[in-house]
């Protein structure tokens, strides 16, 4: 079965401040990788996918990631945060070519500091 | 809705009592999925559906736990005898194969007094 880590617990920066929240996955076959985000009180949304093709993905707010595939890693990054950007990160994975559930990452409290 | 939907949005049960727990998915989608979310942890998975096929149901926590989705688009999570483990937000995702792309709803919070 694959597994999820996120490094990160609790992050605080401040506003402008670059940002990098690490995930790595175990798994031996391929898989999709995703980046959730959950603001305060709203529902879990997509920021962004990797499917295959170019392992560097943009997403919404600015957001992106690069899948390493030698390092089973799929880090998110932005380069200047914004205080709208507080919320909670999931990094989820589920194995490529089959309709199975997601596997998630325990999270990551971002706090921006105006 | 454009959205997935999810109801009710807040349920308290006592001990003993049994609960069930309704998701609207996306209009058209395939697949339909359940995941329980503790307090502080990601969501786990507990079930998916394909159409009104219950293909996989390896996440449920106990035989006190079952879904249903008997016309392929409403599902219902129905928990027996809930205990004070059982509290948790259940969210409900919905998907168009091929994507392995899901759309989440609101969710509901359980909570077992």
């Known amino acids: 079965a694959q597994s999820v880590s996120q490094h990160n617990h609790h992050v605080i920066l401040s506003e402008a401040a670059s940002l990098e929240l690490g995930c790595n996955y175990s798994y031996g076959g391929t898989v999709n990788l995703f980046w959730y985000v959950q603001y305060p009180g709203q529902h879990l949304q997509l920021l962004l996918k990797y499917f295959s093709g170019d392992p560097l993905v943009k997403g919404i707010k600015g957001f992106e990631a690069e899948f390493i595939k030698s390092k089973f890693s799929f880090n998110l990054r932005k380069p200047s945060v914004q205080w709208s950007d507080t919320a909670e990160y999931f990094c989820?994975?589920?194995?490529?070519?089959?309709?199975?559930?997601?596997?998630f990452g325990k999270g990551t409290h971002l706090i921006i500091q105006p | 809705g454009a959205g997935v939907s999810q109801s009710p949005r807040y349920k308290v049960a006592k001990r003993g009592q049994d609960v069930a727990l309704r998701c609207d998915p996306i209009s058209g989608h395939v697949s339909l999925f359940w995941y329980q979310q503790a307090l502080g942890q990601g969501p786990e998975f507990l079930t998916y559906f394909q159409n009104e096929a219950q293909l996989d149901k390896s996440g449920l926590p106990s035989d006190r736990f079952f879904a249903e989705r008997p016309e392929g688009s409403v599902s219902t999570l129905k928990i027996q005898r809930t205990q004070q483990e059982d509290s948790a937000v259940y969210l409900c995702a919905s998907s168009l194969p091929p994507y392995n792309e899901q759309f989440f709803g609101p969710g509901t919070r359980l909570t077992v007094l």
């Open positions: 989820a994975v589920n194995i490529r070519g089959g309709a199975d559930g997601l596997t």
